[in-house]
RNA sequence: GGGCCCAUAGUUCAGUUUGGAUAGAAUGGCUGCCUGCGGAGCAGUUGGUCGAGGGUUCAAGUCCCUCUGGGCCCA
């Protein structure tokens, strides 16, 4: 796209005026500079070039200019990017950008291209894994962060070529299922609960979970009867299996209503029981043991043991010396399933249907007629999106992969900081907490806010502004509309912020409509959808050269650069990157509508231009918005 | 004890990867702007010794060292 072309013009200016004053390998920086009066682009070069030629910046800076302009005197036929270069006094290159001709480019190919669809990928197999949340509780808002960000990269790979499967892994054989299980068969639990209002994975969560945990401390045989049921859904008992299953599924398929709520989806449900009951895990011992990457401790306090040695961790028990195998070890299978080093033998059924009408599979182990054989293993890259207090293990289990594949990169933590509960929030929870400290939240402890509840208190929000708003929305359009806006506003919250740092949940600011918000990015795609609509233009002119409004001109460039955000946002896998363009475009659009008529304008060309401009925004607007899981409203 | 991460406006955060021009948003407070294209908007104002100290550099929120405070993981 033009921007790109335009930096790299600059960036073959620079070189060129290098070159004739005969100045070898510096190394410069092209930046956006601080303020529009600088121009488009900055050069660096001159600075650090002051000691090399013992003159000041300003100086070097015009000698290089000086180059450039006698280059364009004698090239001046060709079409340029840039429409002028200066030497400015404190030492940067300053470029400006031909807009006329990076403005009529972009436009028109907005315009013109119905799908705008970025080839970055070339049909690269992706295997994305999110949500995995223990099948024993509703979701809470730390979850959602999960769901939000797996959906999104998954959305922005889809759109950009990539064949992607996103899976979610249910550890239905572990810990927490037994905790519930206590519940159900030691402290009779009615399997249905009593107050039939209840969502079941909430009764699971908030009643048993809770319930059970606090009882482990007054009881310490309760303990032993988990470990005792922990040990039979490992070993694979029927009778249990069957019972944890019937109960596990149900908590799934409330969670995954809420998943599918969030605008997720998926492709694939794994069940670590499965990867148990297949001998996957039985075979991956045993490669592990053949191929020597982890090795039995005959002394010390590990002695009995399977340990792995690791670089940078150090050792690291697999198999205890009990031979029942650690946390990790379950870990490895599905792993090594992903990057194609273990051969998937599973079979598929048909699970549900979903809210985009696409089948979510899950695995079985059952030998039935109807299970198929799908390709879902293996790919090229995978990425599995967990919390950064996993890093440690998914870094060891990185490296056990890299013994079997050296050349294993394929393999890709995208680790995310846990949501905290804001000191307010805690609060109001009814939680001690000292001032200006955030709370983390447990499950386990009934210290959290649940998914749904947030929701479905931005529901009525939204409801209540929308009604204020548009009292002629009602009905089913009221709800639907009320429930996009909830949506968006929980969606674009939980991935606007660095993965890296933790996220403090506010359950107050989290129901703010205003400012940097996924309903102002709402807003602002209805303006430019109301203004195509009464322009009653169908057809759309890429002739931008007579829209010379500097508030036009920043628009313009900033539409010209949405493929690099776009570039740029898989390359880093930062999915803030997106949310940051979207929110400056209509930002600037905003502006733009504010200032400038556009159906009021008399003079019929500018006026058309100008709701060609809407309507490359709107274009670009609907795609971003999309990425982040938004659903572009024509009103709200 | 070992390792990793964080600290920027009253609050929540960008900006640190790759050092560069007057450190930006949002929110809160105050104040303007709808007979005009939708006010979930726009503009103005208020608010910062970028945790502290030292170092490197023509130039440090950004790089290096030490310290303080907070968090996570491992033992």
């Avoid at 950064?388 to 990185?398: D, E, H, S």
């Avoid at 880093?572 to 949310?579: G, S, T, V």
Wanted: neutral net charge.
């Amino acid at each position: 796209m033009s921007f790109e072309k335009f930096i790299s013009e600059a960036n073959e200016a620079v070189k060129f005026s290098l070159k004739k004053l005969e100045i070898k390998n510096e190394t410069f920086n092209l930046t956006e500079p601080t303020r529009d009066e600088f121009g488009d682009l900055s050069c660096n070069v001159a600075f650090l070039l002051t000691k090399q030629l013992q003159k000041s910046p300003q100086m070097i800076a015009s000698m290089l200019v000086e180059q450039y302009h006698q280059f364009r005197k004698t090239d001046s036929n060709s079409q340029s990017y840039i429409s002028s270069v200066v030497a400015h006094d404190s030492g940067y290159i300053n470029f400006q950008a031909n807009l006329a001709l990076i403005g009529e480019e972009v436009i028109s190919h907005i315009l013109k291209n119905d799908h705008l669809r970025m080839d970055i990928g070339k049909g690269k197999k992706v295997i994305i894994e999110h949500t995995s949340v223990n099948p024993n509780k509703s979701l809470h808002v730390g979850h959602l962060r999960n769901v939000a960000i797996g959906d999104t990269i998954y959305r922005i790979l889809r759109d950009t070529n990539h064949d992607v499967r996103v899976l979610n892994y249910v550890d239905d054989s572990g810990l927490q299922v037994a905790d519930i299980l206590v519940g159900f068969l030691f402290l009779k639990f009615p399997v249905t609960p009593l107050n039939n209002n209840i969502k079941f994975d909430t009764y699971c969560g908030n009643e048993i979970y809770v319930k059970v945990n606090e009882l482990y401390e007054k009881d310490p045989e309760l303990v032993e009867k988990r470990k005792l049921l922990l040990k039979k859904l490992e070993q694979g008992d029927p009778e249990i299996i069957s019972f944890a299953s019937e109960i596990t599924s149900k908590v799934l398929k409330d969670q995954l209503r809420t998943c599918w709520r969030m605008k997720a989806r998926y492709d694939l449900l794994n069940f670590e029981s499965h990867i148990i009951i297949s001998k996957l895990w039985a075979k991956t011992f045993e490669r592990l043991r053949n191929e020597n990457i982890i090795i039995k401790e005959t002394e010390g306090e590990n002695a009995g043991c399977w340990v792995f040695g690791s670089d940078v961790e150090g050792t690291k028990i697999i198999v205890r010396s009990d031979g029942t195998a650690t946390y990790i070890a379950k870990d490895i299978p599905y792993a090594l399933l992903k990057v194609g080093t273990l051969e998937d033998q599973f079979k598929y059924l048909a699970f549900l249907k979903q809210w985009d009408n696409t089948t979510l599979w899950r695995s079985t182990t059952d030998d039935l007629n109807e299970a198929n054989q799908l390709n879902f293993f293996p790919a090229e890259d995978s990425i599995t999106v967990i919390d950064n207090r996993q890093t440690r293990l998914q870094r060891i289990i990185k490296e056990i992969l890299n013994k079997f594949e050296s050349n294993s990169n394929r393999y890709m933590h995208l680790a995310y900081g846990p949501v905290l509960l804001s000191n307010r929030t805690a609060k109001d929870l009814g939680m001690e907490s000292e001032d200006q400290k955030s709370v983390q939240m447990s499950g386990r402890k009934g210290i959290f806010v649940d998914a749904d509840f947030v929701l479905d208190t931005l529901y009525r929000k939204a409801k209540e502004e929308t009604i204020k708003r548009n009292p002629e929305i009602a009905g089913k359009d009221l709800e639907r509309t009320s429930e996009e806006i909830a949506i968006s506003a929980m969606r674009y919250s939980l991935i606007k912020n660095d993965l890296e740092k933790e996220l403090k949940f506010d359950m107050i600011d989290s129901l703010s409509l205003d400012g940097n918000s996924g309903p102002y990015l709402q807003y602002a795609y209805a303006r430019c959808c109301r203004l195509i609509e009464k322009s009653n233009i169908n057809s759309f002119s890429g002739d931008a050269s007579i829209l010379s409004d500097p508030i036009e001109y920043r628009l313009i460039k900033h539409l010209s650069k949405y493929a690099i955000s776009i570039e740029d946002t898989i390359k880093n896998m930062e999915p803030k990157l997106i949310a940051v363009y979207a929110y400056e475009l209509a930002t600037m659009f905003n502006l733009f509508y504010e200032k400038l008529p556009i159906l009021k304008e008399r003079d019929t060309e500018l006026s058309q231009a100008r709701i060609s401009l809407v309507e490359a925004i709107r274009k670009i607007l609907k795609i971003f918005i999309s990425f982040v899981g938004i659903t572009p409203l024509e009103r709200m």
